[in-house]
């Protein structure tokens, strides 16, 4: 089967243990897909190892940035960029890290329409995460819990960036301003589509803990993490009632 119909947006930063792998992977996962790899800018020498090993290859875009702008901000300047240069249906964001399983693809692609959002979830009955410390596990249910309340979201797991959108979500993107720049865009784009009646299909994920590499999550990020999530609450919640 081919799917010629799907781009899969994957941001970067200093991620070059791992992303020559996730896109072997994903060539043979998910044949005919175009991969678009953003890269926030990273030191490490990612885009050049990119360009080395892909860069005759056609299904293989590489997006290079000037300077550090976060993950949400990637993710979109690969939504619009994607959504330009390919006649794409469905729009896959996932991370480089190997926590997103690239044979679990082609199912959350599967089940996308015109007007739902298929998302990967770590907090289903038949869901698993292996490598996290227990200290992880429960922050991570903490911030869902909150967002939950905070936000009405529909999700089990909201802070989770693997995630199918149809093609009718970008044209909704393109109209707006976001207010946040990093993991909290999840939630944002969240609140943003459940305004437009988007609806929202969970599929049970097996979540791995990165092995090579180093995770980008910062206790300063965690707290600009809690003041944007007030914003999206007066913004999307608050301000629209």
């Known amino acids: 089967m081919s799917y010629r119909h799907v781009a899969i947006i994957i941001p970067i930063y200093n991620e070059l243990d791992n992303i020559l792998t996730l896109i072997d992977l994903l060539l043979m996962e998910v044949p005919g897909a175009n991969i678009f790899i953003v890269d926030d800018n990273s030191p490490d020498g990612s885009a050049l190892a990119i360009e080395k090993s892909f860069g005759k290859n056609k299904k293989v875009h590489l997006l290079k940035g000037v300077k550090k702008m976060g993950r949400g901000n ?5 939504f619009f960029y994607a959504y330009q240069k390919c006649p794409s249906q469905v729009f896959v964001e996932m991370d480089a890290d190997h926590s997103h399983e690239p044979q679990l693809v082609p199912h959350l692609v599967d089940l996308v329409t015109p007007d739902t959002v298929v998302c990967a979830s770590r907090y289903l009955k038949k869901s698993k995460i292996t490598g996290w410390s227990r200290t992880r596990i429960i922050f991570s249910e903490l911030s869902n819990f909150v967002i939950k309340n905070f936000l009405d979201s529909p999700l089990t ?6 995630r199918a959108y149809p093609k009718k979500a970008i044209q909704v993107f393109q109209k707006y301003n976001l ?18 009646n988007f609806k929202f299909l969970e599929v049970p994920s097996h979540f791995p803990n990165r092995t090579i590499g180093k995770s980008n999550a910062t206790p300063i990020l965690a707290i600009k993490s809690l003041l944007d999530l007030v914003i999206i609450w007066w913004h999307y919640k608050l301000w629209k009632k």
């Open 74 to 78: 990637a993710v979109f300047r690969g």
């Open 157 to 162: 797991d909201s802070t989770n960036g693997f």
């Open 179 to 196: 207010l946040t720049s990093n993991y909290l865009v999840l939630s944002e784009t969240m609140a943003l589509l459940t305004n437009h």
